[in-house]
Structures are given as structure tokens and as C-alpha cells.
């Protein structure tokens, strides 16, 4: 039997192969570039081509990629050929420097949002070399960053690189005030959980609302959905686990640390959670997962379903994203420690990341808003819109106690003075995990709930990063001009709770009290995207990112742009295909089930002429008025659509689909979900929920 430890990394480019492959004096250059982010000059980037060529062609690949994430929230690729020509009509395989670090796709055609004219077509991939080349369907994935030729950034990746510059230039100051002289760089590092369905394939294929949508537009709750809640962690099913057993395999073999896979809380969901990687490399894996996922899924005859929210009624799917910052002498900075010295460190940076959350509350929504995380936000399976931060109770005490100078604990008499008294020893998991709260310490890591299931992670810690880098700075500012750093540490600190303690809140997310509680603190409740999303040019929001030169005041534009044209482009395409099915399917098929009825009326009636009050008759009654608020929402919804071609103003017309679009989409749903209780199952004209969630 083959090992994991045999294959895992088998299809990467990875350090052991590069330093089994280059010269001593290559391998340390590039081994350079990788950790201080200098650039290769040409004669290196020649010799790491023609090794990475070499390796590729070794392991059947024939062409190679710049392999980018544009602004689709997708991954994008164009595959070139190592082949070249040769003398006498021969060919041979050719790989340059050039080619590894520099590509140039056309941008035209991916979503700008106004940085580019749809006629200034050049656009350039940049090699990320800290991010490992690797092999995909015989094809040398190389990944890279994708700008346009003015230098600004088209994709998710350029802005995260640029955000973990920024925290790693503020947490270093930082540091330097406590002595850490040793400490060089500072990396963020993220594990995304992965929640996702599986269909099967067949059933799939039957219902154009998840062929043109991902998700369900229609649909009845089936008699059992998850109330016995014995779905969530049970025996994984035998086409399931062969599927998962596959995906873990492909995932090894690319070097994606996957490791626990489980049934989730709805039928047919499941999660898979790999093991703690550096952001942008973790970023990478994330969106190889979600791939290869649906690609292995449709060998298995399954769908892979990444949608947030793909059926009413039961859980959607999110994407936990657990952050930390390490060092690279291998010390976690939100580990608690056990002297004063570390103490006094952690509670810094905790009281860092506090701020940092009430402050821009506002961008971490943003970074999570989509049409499809709207339905899922707030129902009782993913955290409100309301952001806030849980942290438990011993370490809320601790808080309490520092900003009232009082002793902690029954034992514990003396003042709390940062750095001079030994604080507690925080042990891990001092305290119940929080699954409402949208922002939660979980030991020695912060999981940010809120994300959904197909959405890029990038976007996420770019503005985590960004927010935290800021406040390390005005700390960094105040303390090094400090006369009496203990003094000031103490004081900061003190300072930073009471200012910023509003968005600490351990209790039940869901509880409507809560949100009244929230609304009383002044916690924003941003519980749309276009709502969301208007917030993201405000000044501050503006200063913050181009101050730490993560985005350009034209980039953050752009992005309004894209974000709301997307959000405006997926409610049409949902509104769309509900007038298609409503009129092409629902609607024929419940008049041919109303004729059944009304033929089996009459013909009751010519055996007796009295029976009046039949099963019939009362089902045809409420089959045409619920079939009447079918054709009228479908005829209002049209007209709503047929509206929205008429805004300019991607606001307006944003706010159009929420408010009217929107609304008349679920008048129509729920008439048609009221249909199909009433009309017989073999005249229904799709697949139904329990087919779904119970056909695999």
C-alpha cells in the first residue's frame, strides 16, 4: 500500500525539488526572492524555468500556465505549449525565464470595473514565487498576480500580498518594543473550512434553476430536512466517501494539507478542513479545492454545489476562515504565553484586533457580501450581519479587570499592571466555542464565520490584515515615542477596551435582543449587499487602504463597480430563469393537472348529478388562485427586469433588484412551492427537495 507521506506534494515545485534540481548558487538567489521578495534577474529566472520545464515535462505535463484569480472570484488560465519550433521541420521544448515571470492574458474581458477600456486590452500575470508552481491535468500551473498596464491590480491576489507586507512591516515595530530582535518577518496564516452539497448529477441536470444559478428557486420543504439532526457528523455514505477519498488524493498529491472531512448539519452537506497554511498559499489552496471538488464531483456522477444557500429550509454552506500571525522563529502571536512578558504581548495584539473589528466592522462585512451570502447571514446557521467578537469568559474577565484596575479572580488581590504582575495563564479552550458570533477567539486563532461557501478568502484577509496593520501602527507611533514603555503599554491598553469593549459579545447571536443591543452600542447592521457595499468608498475606508498602499483610491472604485455589478448580474440571471421555469414549466404543468381534475369532476357528475363538494373540485379551486399569483408575480417580475435595463446607476439599479426585484421573486416562489403540495408528483415538472437532499 502506498503511503500519503509517498506521494503528498508529488505534482508541486516544491523546495526539495528545487533543491534537488538547481545549483547551490540558483537555489539560494530564488530561496531569496522567496522570503525577502526581491526579484530574480534573468539568467536565474532562466535556469529555474528550464529546471521547472524539465520537472513538468517528467511528470506528462505539455503545457504551462499562468494560473491568476481575477476579479470572477474564480481562478483564470492560458495554456502555451512547450513546444517550439526546430531546424528540419523538428520541434523541441522550450521554457524561458521570461515566460515563468511574466505573462501578459487579455484583460479586456475581465471585470475592471473602469480601470480598463474595453479596446486597452494588454493586461500582465506576475509570478508569485512564495506560492509553489504545480501540476493540474498535465498542465505547470505557475501563480501569479494579474495587473493591467498601468499597474493596476485586477485580481483577489495583488491586494493580499500587498496587506501581509503591510501587517508584517507594523507587527515587526511592534515587536521590536518588546525585545524580539531575532523575529525578521511576520506571516499571517489562515485555514479555510470548507462547506459544500453534493447532488447527484442526473437530478441536477433536471432543474435549470441550479443549472444557470447554483442554487433553488423553487422548491417545497420535504417532509424531513434536518430536524433529527442526524446528519451532522453521522456515517458518511459509500458514493460520498468515495468521492471524498479521491479528493483528498488529488489534493495531496498538489500539496493542499486536507485534513478532516465530515457530514454537515443539512442532508447531503459536507465540510472539509485542511490544516494551516501561509494567507496567500492558503488562498491558493482554497480555490484549487473548490475546483477540484466540482470536477471529481461529476466523475462520480455528483454536482458539487458551492452556492451559500442552494435549498430554503435547511443550513447553507459558509467558509470558516481561522486566522493567526506568526513569526518566522515559529511563534503564534495570539498564543497567550504563560510569563508576563508574553502576556503583556498577547493582550497588545488582542486589544489590536479588537479595535481593528469595531472600527472597520463595516469593510468585514463587505469582504463577505454577495447576493447568495444574503439568504444565509442571520438564519440560523452563520453569524448575523451584525459583526461582533466573542472571546469568552475568562479572557472578557481579564479585559474587565485591566480596565478597571482591578485584581482578577477570587485569588488574585494585587492591581493588574501590564508587564509587572503575572496575569493568568490562559490555557486553550478556556471556554465553549461561540457558533453565532461572526468573529470568535478560539485559542490561539480568531474564526471568522462570516464568509460564504464559493467566495474567494482573499478578499477577507486583505481587509483583516489591512485593519489590523493600521492599528498596530498607531500603537507602534505612541509607544516608541514613549518615555516609560510599561507606563504606556498599560495605559494603551486600558485605553483600547473601554473605547472598543462594545463589540465584545459572548451571548447568542440569533437572539432578537441581541440585535436591539447591538443597534444600542452602535454596531452596524449591514444585513444586504448593496447596503454593505456602499460603505466601501467612505473616507476612512479610503485613507486605510491607500495609506497602506493595499489598494489605490481607482482600484477601491473599481471594485464598488464589480461588486455591484455582480450582485445586480446574478438577481437578473435568478429573475430570469424564474419567469423561464414559472411560464415553460410550472404553469403548463399544473393546466395539465388541472384538466385531469376537471375531467375527473365531470365525470363523477355523469354518475351523479348531485355531487356537488368533491376532493376535486376544492384542489382545482386553490390550484388556479394560487396559479393566478403565479402568472401575476411572473408578469410583475418580467416587468421588474425589464425595468432594471433602463438604470444607468449601478447604485440605483442595485437597490432596484433588492427592494423590487427581490421581493416579487419570493411572492412568485411562494405560490409555486404552495403549488407543488398540491399537484400529483408525476406532473410536477422538476425534481423536488427530498429527490435532492435524499438522492444521493
Not at 422538476?686 to 435532492?692: A, D, I, K, R, V
Request: glycine share 6%.
Amino acid at each position: 500500500m502506498k503511503l500519503v507521506s509517498d506521494y503528498f506534494g508529488c505534482m508541486v515545485f516544491n523546495d526539495e525539488v528545487m533543491k534537488a534540481r538547481l545549483d547551490p548558487e540558483t537555489y539560494e538567489s530564488l530561496k531569496r526572492t522567496i522570503k525577502h521578495g526581491r526579484s530574480l534577474n534573468l539568467s536565474v529566472a532562466n535556469a529555474v524555468a528550464n529546471a521547472m520545464k524539465d520537472w513538468a515535462i517528467e511528470q506528462g505535463a505539455t503545457h504551462y500556465t499562468h494560473w491568476f484569480q481575477p476579479m470572477t472570484g474564480i481562478t483564470a488560465e492560458k495554456h502555451d505549449g512547450f513546444i517550439a519550433p526546430a531546424e528540419n521541420g523538428k520541434a523541441i521544448m522550450k521554457f524561458s525565464g521570461k515566460e515563468l515571470v511574466c505573462g501578459e492574458p487579455d484583460a479586456s474581458s475581465f471585470p475592471s470595473g473602469g480601470l480598463r477600456a474595453t479596446f486597452e486590452a494588454r493586461g500582465y500575470t506576475a509570478w508569485d514565487a512564495t506560492s509553489y508552481a504545480f501540476i493540474k491535468d498535465d498542465v505547470l500551473c505557475i501563480p501569479t498576480a494579474f495587473c493591467s498596464y498601468g499597474g493596476e491590480a485586477l485580481d483577489k491576489k495583488t491586494p493580499l500580498l500587498r496587506s501581509m507586507e503591510a501587517i508584517n512591516r507594523q507587527v515587526l515595530r511592534v515587536l521590536k518594543l518588546f525585545g524580539n530582535e531575532d523575529v525578521t518577518s511576520v506571516k499571517t496564516t489562515v485555514g479555510a473550512e470548507q462547506e459544500y452539497f453534493l447532488v447527484d448529477k442526473d437530478t441536477f441536470a433536471k432543474r435549470k434553476d441550479l443549472l444557470y444559478t447554483g442554487r433553488t428557486l423553487f422548491g417545497a420543504k420535504p417532509p424531513k430536512g434536518q430536524e433529527l439532526e442526524d446528519h451532522y457528523f453521522g456515517v458518511i455514505k459509500p458514493r460520498v466517501q468515495a468521492f471524498m477519498k479521491e479528493l483528498d488524493e488529488e489534493l495531496w498529491r498538489l500539496g493542499v494539507f486536507a485534513k478532516t472531512e465530515h457530514n454537515e448539519a443539512a442532508p447531503s452537506q459536507h465540510e472539509l478542513a485542511p490544516v494551516f497554511d501561509t494567507t496567500n498559499i492558503a488562498a491558493d489552496h482554497n480555490q484549487l479545492t473548490m475546483e477540484i471538488m466540482q470536477k471529481l464531483a461529476k466523475k462520480h456522477n455528483l454536482v458539487c454545489l458551492l452556492h451559500e444557500k442552494p435549498f430554503e429550509g435547511v443550513n447553507g454552506s459558509g467558509k470558516h476562515n481561522n486566522w493567526s500571525i506568526s513569526t518566522n522563529t515559529g511563534v503564534n502571536l495570539l498564543e497567550p504565553g504563560e510569563t508576563p512578558f508574553e502576556n503583556a504581548q498577547f493582550l497588545l495584539f488582542l486589544t489590536a484586533i479588537i479595535k481593528a473589528v469595531d472600527e472597520y466592522q463595516d469593510l468585514l462585512r463587505i469582504s463577505v457580501a454577495s447576493a447568495g451570502n444574503d439568504h444565509r447571514l442571520g438564519a440560523h446557521e452563520a453569524p448575523p450581519a451584525v459583526v461582533s467578537m466573542f472571546l469568552g469568559t475568562e479572557l472578557t474577565e481579564i479585559l474587565e479587570a485591566i480596565e478597571g484596575d482591578t485584581g482578577y479572580g477570587a485569588k488574585e488581590k494585587e492591581l493588574l499592571r501590564i508587564g509587572v504582575h503575572t496575569l493568568p495563564k490562559f490555557p486553550k479552550d478556556t471556554t465553549d466555542r461561540n457558533r453565532t458570533s461572526p468573529f470568535a477567539f478560539t485559542g490561539n486563532k480568531f474564526e471568522f464565520r462570516m464568509l460564504g461557501s464559493s467566495a474567494s478568502i482573499s478578499d477577507a484577509n486583505t481587509v483583516l490584515n489591512t485593519a489590523v496593520a493600521e492599528v498596530l501602527k498607531q500603537f507602534a507611533d505612541e509607544l516608541e515615542s514613549a518615555e516609560n514603555f510599561q507606563a504606556a503599554l498599560h495605559d494603551l491598553i486600558k485605553r483600547t477596551i473601554t473605547a472598543h469593549k462594545r463589540v465584545i459579545f459572548n451571548g447568542n447571536g440569533y437572539d432578537e435582543a441581541w440585535l436591539k443591543e447591538a443597534k444600542k452600542r452602535g454596531l452596524s447592521n449591514l444585513q444586504t449587499t448593496p447596503d454593505a457595499l456602499r460603505r466601501f468608498t467612505d473616507e476612512k475606508n479610503i485613507a486605510l487602504f491607500t495609506s497602506h498602499k493595499v489598494y489605490t483610491e481607482r482600484e477601491i472604485r473599481s471594485r464598488y463597480d464589480i461588486l455591484m455589478e455582480s450582485y445586480c448580474k446574478l438577481l437578473h440571471i435568478e429573475g430570469r430563469t424564474m419567469v423561464d421555469m414559472a411560464m415553460k414549466d410550472i404553469l403548463p404543468a399544473v393546466s395539465k393537472y388541472s384538466k385531469q381534475l376537471c375531467d375527473t369532476v365531470l365525470s363523477k357528475r355523469a354518475v351523479c348529478e348531485t355531487l356537488d363538494h368533491t376532493y376535486e373540485r376544492e384542489v382545482i379551486e386553490e390550484i388556479s388562485e394560487r396559479a393566478k399569483g403565479v402568472y401575476e408575480s411572473t408578469k410583475l417580475l418580467s416587468e421588474a427586469l425589464e425595468k432594471a435595463a433602463k438604470i444607468n446607476d449601478v447604485t440605483k439599479l442595485a437597490f432596484h433588484y433588492k427592494n423590487k426585484v427581490l421581493s416579487t421573486m419570493r411572492e412568485l416562489r411562494k405560490n409555486a412551492d404552495a403549488l407543488e403540495t398540491l399537484v400529483a408528483a408525476e406532473y410536477w415538472p422538476f425534481p423536488t427537495y427530498g429527490e435532492l437532499l435524499f438522492g444521493v
